[in-house]
């Protein structure tokens, strides 16, 4: 056994020194990856995602650094690698970003999503609102498009599914801004992108607090009967995302719906969050007739009873300003800018030239619909690349708008990175 005696020695100097390169190691990467978005850095755009992540996750590395030695020593191996397991939900959405082909659809995809968000952001009238990152997109195994809420349990979207300790698992439910999955599939479809602006829906609704007054303008304004406001309640969420991606993107986006349910397998009835698919798209035309854009022709198939209702309740609950919203309309705010020229947008870029638009989802609508018309033309003229190529040269340089003082966003994401702390240590094993 005494043999084993010269192993003991220094082995408090080498567990300091162990517990310091855990610590300065994840430091000195959140400090990376801080860089990278500041002014003029790879990521910039991204400047408000990552300072917040980095700030709760660096606040709770400080507190780990506070402990007295012997408790750090224990603890920090452990809960070291649980803030590296939940810093790797960031890590692997930012660092595909640095592949150039995979960084230029992921950059189209976030312009899509700001340009439906930011109109909303600014409208809402309380400081309190306006502390709210952009919807970050990703590429994702899922597939179909998907929203993950701010504040909510990201546990399952982790890189292995599972985070590694029961106080890691309490941990995951602090996303610090929404999220927004996209296929790994559809970063080489580009008309597969409209989707971010339904997912982009789901944000607005939960960030700005339009749940109950959507479910308020439902029940007291679409002159339902009691039956058919309780099957139209658990549709609410989904009818408000495609209203919200058919304003932003006219009926390309509605056209590209349909396509997508006609190769859905099911039987045709509503199920759980959705309508059926006949009355999703009668909800998407009757938005496009309360935005004045071009509505494609009469949709196929056998008509039914329910499908007056589709207008009925899209008027109820987009045809008035939203007080959350300082009375604007959800049309003035996300609505496409001059829809009646869409057409011949498409047309252009069907035939080589730019689409001459000025706004991201007029671009991308415009080359929704060239394929939409004309696959073939679509490959032939590269109007994907191209599109995206247009799309990218009307984002201006810098990081985005700033979404409050930087004291605010600070004092928030310190206290959640103490808050994150505590259920990191709360569970961390004894010895």
């Not at 941990?171 to 970063?187: D, K, N, Q, R, T």
């Not at 982009?200 to 960030?207: A, F, P, R, V």
């Not at 705010?333 to 009646?340: N, T």
Request: proline fraction near 8%; include cysteine; aromatic fraction near 6%.
């Amino acid at each position: 056994m005494t043999g084993l005696l010269p192993q003991a020695e220094g082995a408090h100097a080498r567990r300091e020194a162990e517990v310091r390169h855990l610590l300065t190691g994840l430091e000195e990467e959140l400090a990376d990856w801080a860089k990278a978005a500041g002014e003029r850095g790879p990521l910039e755009k991204h400047q408000s995602q990552i300072a917040s992540a980095v700030r709760v996750i660096a606040g709770a590395l400080e507190q780990l650094r506070s402990l007295p030695d012997a408790e750090r020593h224990r603890k920090a191996p452990e809960l070291v690698l649980d803030l590296h397991h939940l810093w790797d939900f960031f890590r692997t959405k930012l660092a595909v970003r640095h592949i150039p082909r995979y960084q230029r659809f992921l950059d189209v995809a976030d312009e899509l999503a700001w340009a439906v968000y930011d109109p909303v952001r600014r409208a809402a009238a309380t400081a309190h609102l306006l502390l709210r990152e952009p919807p970050l997109t990703f590429l994702s195994r899922h597939p179909v498009p998907f929203a993950t809420a701010r504040g909510s349990d990201f546990e399952d979207l982790l890189p292995s599914g599972k985070q590694r300790t029961l106080a890691g698992r309490r941990a995951s439910g602090h996303l610090p801004f929404p999220v927004i999955g996209i296929p790994w599939s559809a970063s080489h479809h580009l008309p597969a992108l409209l989707a971010v602006a339904h997912e982009t829906g789901h944000h607005i609704e939960d960030d700005f607090g339009l749940a109950e007054p959507l479910r308020t303008r439902l029940r007291e304004h679409a002159g339902l009967p009691a039956e058919r406001i309780e099957v139209w309640e658990p549709w609410l969420g989904e009818v408000f995302a495609d209203v919200c991606a058919t304003l932003a993107c006219g009926e390309a986006y509605v056209r590209t719906l349909a396509d997508a349910l006609a190769a859905t397998p099911g039987t045709g009835h509503g199920t759980g969050d959705y309508p059926p698919p006949r009355l999703r798209l009668l909800v998407c035309r009757a938005a496009l007739i309360t935005a004045g854009a071009h509505v494609p022709p009469d949709l196929p198939g056998a008509t039914d009873p329910d499908d007056e209702e589709a207008p009925t309740v899209v008027n109820a609950l987009i045809g008035d300003g939203f007080r959350e919203l300082g009375g604007a309309s959800l049309t003035s705010l996300v609505g496409l800018r001059d829809p009646a020229r869409l057409t011949e947008a498409s047309l252009r870029l069907r035939t080589g030239l730019r689409t001459k638009r000025n706004d991201v989802p007029g671009v991308l609508a415009a080359a929704a619909l060239a394929f939409l018309d004309a696959p073939d033309a679509y490959d032939v003229q590269d109007v994907g690349t191209r599109a995206q190529d247009e799309a990218l040269s009307l984002v201006p340089k810098g990081p985005r708008a700033a979404s409050a003082p930087e004291r605010l966003l600070a004092a928030r994401d310190s206290a959640a990175g103490l808050e994150l702390f505590g259920l990191l240590d709360a569970d961390a094993s004894e010895p």
